[in-house]
């Protein structure tokens, strides 16, 4: 086993090495083939943009995405399921797949994102703050702890000095960003990219600076992967400028 110590994300900046297969002329040559990707739910709306520039540029190559809590994902990974590529929306449970040796490499971190209270449009309940979610008459809903949104949201909560009561805890975050949306609760707390992609159905309510938790993004080819070549393709197409910009437009920051 590698210790924690081992574990240190690369923030990758410029062209990852052995992520190409290249010509003899140095040119990219596009590639075949199916990867599997497992990505935290948040990812859903940028890797599905990306998976369709990445087929554009390799038209014989198919990206399949699961989307799911990182800490459900992780399980599944260890527990053997066939992933070619892991993005996690924590460091600790891409610690998991790193500690049971199954990254291929050192993950790197090409993500960052921050927390947001999301409520219904208009703001019915007048929410302003963390504080507004202690009070009995707003039914809040979180991410269960052992997920990514619901542990950050728990610490941005003990930093605001709230203790809130949420009616129920959910598998991910967009679970709870469905809630809201659907009018099943009046608030959630969960990241700006999620208020944003739902900016017709719910409104988003900013956290301070002294109370936020920044999330990091990291990812990387598990090992095992039929088709490490295209995952790492993948990868770095995330680090680069059209991948990043992507990203930035639904609300990502750079790691």
Do not use: W
């Not at 950050?152 to 960003?177: F, Q």
């Not at 900013?206 to 039929?226: D, F, L, N, W």
Request: a neutral charge; charged letters at 20%; one cysteine or more.
């Amino acid at each position: 086993m590698r210790s924690r110590a081992a574990y240190a994300l690369v923030i990758a900046a410029g062209v990852l090495v052995g992520a190409c297969s290249r010509s003899s002329t140095g040119v990219d040559v596009p590639l075949a083939g199916e990867v599997t990707v497992f990505a935290a739910s948040s990812l859903v709306d940028a890797f599905e943009q990306i998976g369709a520039e990445m087929s554009k540029a390799n038209p014989d190559a198919r990206f399949t995405f699961n989307f799911g809590s990182s800490s459900t994902l992780a399980t599944q990974i260890t527990n053997g399921a066939p992933a070619d590529l892991f993005a996690s929306a924590d460091e600790a449970n891409m610690q998991k797949i790193v500690d049971a040796e199954l990254a291929d490499g050192v993950p790197s971190a090409f993500a960052s994102n921050r927390l947001q209270i999301a409520v219904a449009t208009g703001n019915p309940k007048k929410i302003s703050g963390l504080a507004d979610l202690a009070r009995p008459d707003v039914v809040l809903v979180l991410a269960a702890p052992t997920v990514p949104a619901g542990k950050y949201a728990l610490d941005a909560l003990g930093k605001a000095g709230v203790v809130a009561r949420p009616a129920s805890l959910e598998v991910d975050v967009r679970a709870v960003l469905n809630k809201v949306s659907l009018g099943e609760a009046d608030a959630g707390i969960v990241y700006v990219t999620d208020v944003k992609s739902a900016v017709a159905r719910v409104a988003g309510v900013e956290i301070p600076e002294q109370h936020q938790v920044t999330a990091r993004y990291p990812v990387a080819v598990v090992k095992g992967s039929k088709n490490a070549a295209l995952a790492n393709r993948f990868i770095e197409y995330l680090v680069s400028p059209e991948g990043q910009s992507i990203l930035a437009t639904y609300g990502f920051s750079r790691p």
